[in-house]
């Protein structure tokens, strides 16, 4: 499929580099970065699971933030452990 973008002179610029430092024509990178992006998952499909087990699990609002703000920091410490 053939397809015609706008882009701004500063945007054609950047991703002119980009493709560039790539070693591929603009062209090509341009196609790969629509594609890796159409193949990713939308955000809705991602959550879907979590909004359903959020639904039924019959826990409240303010337990569910507490949760999540549990798990968040969990997260972030385990990520301060990790060698750089």
Request: no cysteine; aromatic share 4%.
């Amino acid at each position: 499929m053939m397809l015609s973008i706008q882009l701004s002179p500063q945007t054609e610029d950047r991703m002119r580099r980009q493709a560039q430092a790539a070693g591929k024509d603009l062209d090509q990178y341009v196609s790969e970065l629509v594609e890796q992006a159409a193949a990713r998952p939308a955000l809705d499909e991602l959550l879907a699971p979590l909004r359903h087990q959020f639904a039924t699990s019959g826990a409240t609002d303010e337990q569910l933030v507490e949760q999540i703000s549990e798990a968040q920091t969990a997260y972030r410490t385990e990520r301060r452990k990790r060698p750089a």
